[in-house]
Each structure stands twice: as C-alpha cells, then as structure tokens.
C-alpha cells in the first residue's frame, strides 16, 4: 500500500506559526529600510553544537557566521532582527561581506539555515527576510516544508560565481540523485536520535561515511579533512623532511579551508549510478514535462528527480497517474497527504515492473481531448484570419479602383475598359 501520511517532524510544523508571527510583524513594520528576522530552533545554551564544531563540510569561516547569527538571536530570544552582512563581518573579523554572503549560501544549502520567506507590504514594497537557523543540518523534507525556494536555489548554486558554493551544491545534487537511483527514499521519516547517532559516527571514523544527506561517495570528495590528510600523506611518501617542512608552510600549501577535490581515476558501480542520474537530470525531456498543477516549485523539482530513474515512455504516464489520485480526492478519496513520497513509490512500482496504469487513462484521455479541441480552435482561427485578410485586400483594391475611376472622371476621360476574362 503506498504511504499516504506526511511525515514532516512535528516541530517543523510548529515552528510555521513562528514564522507568520514574524512575517506579521515585518509586515506592521513602520520602518523604511527592509529587515530581516531570524527564528533559531535549537537549544539556548552557551555553548555550540558538536555537530556544527566537527561538521567536515562546513569551512571555519561558515562555523563562526553560524555562531554570530547564533549569537544575535540569544541577544533577543527566538524572534530577533537577522544581523546584517556588515555586522556579521565586524563581529566575525571577516573583512569582506561577499564572505559573509558566501557563508551564509553554504549555511543555507546544507541545511544549517532555511530562509522561509520574503516579506512584502500591502504596497509590494521588500520589508524582509524571515530565516531559521538550526543546531543541526535539516532533514531534506522538513527543508522543502520550511524554505520554498531550496531546489531553485540549489539548482542556481551550481552554476554560482564561487567555487566553494558550486561544490557544495553540486554535491547536495549527487547526493540525492545517488540516494534516489538506489532506491532510497530521501523524503521518508527520520529517527531524529538515530540520525544523530551516526552523524556522530561518521565523524568519528577515519573514512569518509554518509553524514546527513550526504553519501558517503559524495563525503570522499567534499570534506575539507580528507583532502588535508591525503595531501599530507602524499607529501610524507613522496618529499625529504626538509620539503615537507617548507610545502607546508601557509605560503605555499593549501589550508585547512581548501576546497578541492581529490583526484581519482577509480571507476566505480556509485560512480556510474550517479553519472547515470545526472546525464538523466539534465535530459530536456523532463522539462517539457505535464506536471499536476498542485505541485508547488520545490516539489517539481524533486518530480524531476525521480523521475530521472525511470525510463522516458514512462514518465508522463507516472505523472498523469499521481494527477488522478489528486482528481480522485475531489470524488472522495483518501487524500495524498505526502505527494513526492506517493510519487517515489509510483517510480518504484515503475522499475520494478508492477506499475499498471489506471488513474492515469483518463487523465491522457482528457489532455487528448483538449489537446484536439486547442487545435481545432487555432485552426479555426487561422481560417478567420485568413478570411479577414483576404476581406481587408479586396476592400482595399475596391476602394482603389472607386478612387481611380473618380480621377479618370474628373479629368474627362473614358471609364477604363473591364479587363477580358479568361472566357473571352
């Protein structure tokens, strides 16, 4: 029976009405200059999370913004004004804000801060941001619920002016795409303890294992640790002491916050999967696409992330089945609380061979129809058109040959002769 409950975390749900109250009091702001609010949902303690301290993805400087933001908010309780970039950079002695901007999209891609909204007045006019910000990397489901706007972001990330920012990114992308061509459900339920646990012992081991929603394939390439070590090791085997002493000097070695990847030429059955997923990810057919109308952004594009795993003849029929189940509510059946998730198992049934079109007949059947009756209709019109453009040149060589036949009169001269007919 496919899952048909929505398993977003109980607390995510409780904090939306922390979120209308903030977007609320932007909204009665009386101030001119925007600004934004920030929600922290972790702890109030004087300390900081392990998690964040150890994170392996995490570079020092997106440690200490997080602490600043972190800091602002125990100033003020739970709802206070996020800092400005500015303000940021003073406080974490960063000396350029396009840092703090940096920071604040890595934060925001894996997890640690979600922008849930911006906020306008009855005017249009930008009063503010609304963020959360979390002791603890977000489940990607909880994420999607909270930040409208995650997937496009991701998806823009990948092509940012920064480097830093287009790996992380693209690695999030590789991370879900290599979950969802091994069948993993990456929206289900998590045990928030669990998740815990063997975050804890990822970082713990001196291999680079899943962490969050980061696989462990993915971990190999993005941790900031590994390429340290290896680089390190490399230098042991390879140089005297006296070489190793000065290639690790600050002037010529790459620090601890270097972003670059490890280079192998090791080809391997993760590795294919997730070329695979990608090379299908960026097939143009997904975007030509009929998605269901009651999907909102974030949800189309996971859609299309699923649906990168299941063969092309099959797509649009996948789609046009979670269509009817949404038809099917209007008629009284149970709804679809959790529609990716009820999209997931549909592509399950698919690669499985279990999948039998039913909902979906009518759904094809309908856009058939109107497909049909919006070309009778363009046709119809270019006829009318076509009408009216042949009306419009024979009032116009009418109104030439009046306006001829007054001139030849005026002057005293003969009607002109009709021209012969082909009869004659």
């Known amino acids: 029976m496919l899952q048909e409950i929505r398993d977003i975390r109980p607390e995510t749900y409780a904090l939306d ?12 702001s009386v101030t001119e200059k925007p600004a934004d609010a920030m929600l922290f949902m972790g702890n109030w303690h004087h300390s900081f999370p392990a998690l964040l301290v150890q994170d392996p993805v995490l570079e020092p400087v997106d440690k200490v913004v997080w602490m600043v933001i972190c800091q602002q908010g125990r100033a003020a309780g739970t709802g206070t004004a996020f800092p400005s970039y500015n303000e940021i950079a003073r406080q974490a002695n960063i000396a350029s804000t396009s840092t703090v901007s940096r920071a604040i999209a890595v934060l925001r891609a894996t997890r640690w801060l979600s922008l849930c909204a911006r906020v306008r007045d009855g005017g249009g006019r930008f009063k503010g941001n609304v963020y959360a910000l979390h002791d603890e990397p977000l489940p990607l489901a909880d994420t999607l619920h909270l930040d409208p706007e995650y997937m496009a972001f991701i998806k823009a990330g990948c092509q940012h002016h920064h480097a830093r920012v287009r790996k992380v990114t693209r690695a999030i992308l590789s991370s879900i795409d290599e979950d969802i061509s091994e069948g993993v459900d990456v929206l289900a339920p998590v045990n928030v303890t669990e998740r815990r646990i063997l975050a804890m012992h990822a970082l713990r081991q001196g291999k680079p294992q899943r962490y969050f929603s980061f696989t462990a394939s993915v971990m190999t390439r993005l941790s900031n640790q590994r390429s340290v070590v290896a680089e390190v090791d490399r230098n042991q085997k390879s140089k005297p002491v006296n070489h190793r002493l ?14 670059s990847y490890i280079k192998t030429t090791t080809t391997t059955k993760t590795e294919d999967s997730k070329k695979t997923a990608r090379e299908a990810n960026e097939d143009p057919q997904l975007a030509t696409l009929v998605y269901p109308r009651r999907l909102d952004d974030n949800q189309r594009a996971m859609a299309a992330r699923y649906l990168a795993v299941v063969p092309p003849d099959q797509r649009q029929s996948v789609l046009d089945e979670l269509e009817g189940r949404f038809q099917a509510e209007q008629q009284g059946a149970k709804p679809v609380y959790d529609e990716l998730r009820y999209l997931h198992q549909l592509c399950a049934q698919v690669n499985s061979g279990g999948f039998l079109p039913n909902l979906s007949l009518k759904v094809q059947g309908e856009r058939t129809r109107r497909t049909k009756e919006a070309e009778e209709r363009r046709q119809q019109a270019q006829a009318e058109q076509q009408a009216r453009r042949e009306a419009t040149q024979q009032s116009r060589s009418a109104r030439g040959e009046s306006s001829l036949a007054e001139m030849r009169r005026m002057l005293g001269l003969p009607p002109a002769k009709n021209p012969p007919t082909v009869d004659s």
């Open 246 to 259: 000065r290639n690790l000097s600050p002037q010529k070695s790459k620090s601890v916050g270097s972003s």
């Open 17 to 28: 009405a922390l979120i209308r109250q903030s977007i609320s009091r932007l909204q009665r």
